[in-house]
């Protein structure tokens, strides 16, 4: 298995990084907070430097992992979506559904949470499928 170019690792980490920004502000930013029980004067509270620098750190770290796998010379564009949407919503989506159970979290944030990490996961896998 060999390590995928890092430039497509970037890219695909900066594409969920980007993606975030938006599922969780603009598109799904107030019901997720809701589902949550957060205020945004709650949210402001937290250290952004590092919970950013972490999430890009953990982001690039998905992105090689998933790269790896990807780094096949057979796999292009639409074969690296299809994995990274098999991956998203077959381990992530219902990883996220089986924690939210236990912690009685309602089906809302399950959607909202687990359908970012599907989504993000297809982008990637599109991403480093197509560098390939």
């Known amino acids: 298995m060999e390590f995928p170019t890092w430039w497509a690792v970037l890219l695909a980490a900066a594409s969920n990084f980007m993606l975030g920004g938006l599922w969780f502000s603009v598109l799904f930013g107030k019901l997720w907070m809701r589902e949550l029980g ?26 090689s992992f998933l790269g790896m796998f990807l780094n096949q010379p057979t796999i292009g564009a639409a074969q690296g979506a299809f994995y990274g949407f098999l991956s998203g919503f077959g381990w992530i989506f219902f990883a996220i559904a089986v924690n939210s159970l236990y912690e009685q979290r309602g089906w809302k944030y399950v959607l909202i949470t687990g359908g970012f990490w599907t989504v993000s996961l297809t982008l990637m896998g599109l991403i480093l499928g197509a560098w390939g």
């Open 38 to 63: 957060f205020s945004e004067e709650q949210l402001e509270k937290g250290n952004m430097t590092k919970i950013f620098g972490l999430a890009f750190v953990f982001n690039l770290a998905i992105a």
